[in-house]
């Protein structure tokens, strides 16, 4: 069933808690673990994406409509102009690294603002394919919907086969782009769970792992069978926004923190976790899987501080911070931060 427009919109702004307030106007400063400080304040990033060919890291924009590139050395450019090839918000992004493709995202909606401004606001999603050799637009795909539903695409993941996967946050299915095929279908629709976003394939591309208002998701590609995963401890208060897959671990990030949270062989329950970072991050929404362990991230989208929901519109610029893009190196381990909660098995 549709979760009504108040239903959602509500749900949206619970998704971005931020537990860590950020002073009034103030910058956040660079540090050795900064990729990037970009100095558009109002950009209210959301997705982000690695390119391992270039070592580019590429960050959306829900409010300028556009995509912005980052270099190693911190250098940003824009990737895709505001509003370039018909472009609403951006959300989700995925290299595919095989084909040489960026597959983005586009949505638009009551409550999102956006600039230029969306005139339609009814809830609707498109998938786009961009060249990243030529920089080129290479499709523009949609969904087959049964009437006029409602689409609200969220976050996608790419499979080794080239298959495309999409969570939908209204009604909370899971959609899928074959390789090759010019319409998304609907993939499976897990029983009563809510609010499906963050996504991410296991390694073999057999699993998928997507978090939800209940809980987070394990599905079976081949059979589409589902399970929440058990846990030795809960990931409430906050839900989990983005997902990223690493050496058997889950990178889930929960808006003032990103936990990396380790699983069992059989990738069925969460056996151990650990803090990656908690400094005050503000709406901390994605991440993505670099080179060597690393992992680079948005660290302070400012998605729900920034952004006045009920008048649809973006906060005075004097109100925001320069958006921070961070990056860490997953298999250092920070003792400092660490706090481990170790299942009965592990002390077998």
């Known amino acids: 069933m549709n979760i009504n427009f108040n239903n959602f ?22 540090s050795s673990d900064t990729l990037a400080l970009i100095t558009e304040r109002d950009l209210i990033p959301e997705g982000s994406a690695y390119d391992p060919r270039s070592k580019r890291v590429f960050i959306s924009s829900m409010y300028k409509r556009k995509i912005i590139a980052i270099e190693q050395g911190g250098k940003y450019y824009n990737f895709v102009e505001t509003g370039a090839d018909d472009l609403w918000s951006v959300f989700g992004m995925e290299v595919d690294s095989v084909r040489n493709k960026l597959w983005v995202i586009s949505t638009k909606g009551k409550s999102i603002p956006a600039t230029p401004a969306i005139l339609d606001d009814s809830w609707q999603s498109r998938l786009y394919c961009y060249d990243l050799a030529g920089k080129k637009l290479v499709g523009i795909y949609e969904a087959h919907l049964k009437g006029k539903e409602e689409l609200g695409f969220n976050d996608l993941t790419v499979a080794k086969n080239g298959d495309v996967y999409i969570t939908e946050s209204i009604s909370s ?3 899928v782009l074959k390789n090759g095929a010019s319409v998304i279908v609907e993939f499976v629709q897990p029983g009563s769970s809510t609010f499906l976003n963050g996504i991410t394939l296991s390694n073999d591309s057999e ?3 997507v978090s939800s208002t209940e809980g987070l998701l394990k599905i079976d590609v081949a059979t589409k069978s589902y399970e929440i995963l058990q846990s030795e401890f809960t990931t409430t208060p906050q839900p989990i926004d983005g997902l990223a897959f690493f050496n058997n671990s889950l990178i889930a990030h929960q808006g003032a923190m990103i936990r990396r949270l380790y699983l069992d062989d059989t990738l069925d329950s969460i056996v151990s976790q650990e803090v990656v970072d908690d400094h005050c991050l503000n709406s901390s929404t994605t991440g993505e899987i670099g080179e060597d362990g690393w992992y680079y991230y948005i660290a302070n989208s400012q998605i729900r501080s920034g952004v006045d929901y009920k008048k649809k519109r973006v906060k005075p610029l004097d109100s ?29």
């Open 173 to 175: 299915k899971i959609y």
């Open 320 to 348: 925001l911070q320069d958006v921070l893009i961070k990056r860490r190196k997953l298999n250092q381990i920070n003792k400092n931060s660490l706090t481990v909660y170790l299942a009965k098995s592990t002390h077998n």
């Open 9 to 30: 919109q509500i749900l949206l702004l619970l998704l971005f808690c931020v537990a860590c307030s950020f002073s009034k106007g103030k910058n956040t400063k660079p």
């Open 207 to 209: 699993t998928l792992f």
